[in-house]
Nanobody, 129 residues
């Protein structure tokens, strides 16, 4: 199993930056791809980024590509989502999630939230205009 706790959310002005952290416990973390999703009020959960178990592969949708960077430390059991050039439309609750397995299954697979077995409680990000 994997237990996930997000932190680092807050209020920031448009154009600013935030760094979200996801602390993981459980041996399965090191053998899991890690993803981030977000959900704004009244909207469906949206895929934000994924990183493979080794950290060698990342994928971002166009909505955040070039602004967000995902990294991980398999020794410290932590994943970071660096968010730059934030926009008001980035406002949402951000969740990290774990998808067990060391075989990278591709962009489409990891963009679907039902392919993740473990979820954190979420952290609020609010971007003011």
């Amino acid at each position: 199993q994997v237990h996930l706790v997000e932190s680092g959310g807050g209020l920031v002005q448009a154009g600013g930056s935030l760094r979200l952290s996801c602390a993981a416990s459980g041996r399965a973390f090191r053998n899991s791809a890690m993803g981030w999703f977000r959900q704004a009020p009244g909207k469906e959960r949206e895929f934000v980024a994924v990183i493979s178990w080794s950290g060698g592969t990342t994928y971002y949708p166009d909505s955040v590509k070039g602004r967000f960077t995902l990294s991980r430390d398999n020794v410290g059991n932590t994943v970071w989502l660096q968010m730059n050039s934030l926009k008001p439309e980035d406002t949402a609750v951000y969740y990290c999630a774990a998808s067990p397995g060391t075989e990278y299954r591709g962009r489409y697979y990891y963009s679907q939230d039902f392919n993740y077995d473990y979820w954190g409680q979420g952290t609020q990000v609010t971007v003011s205009s």
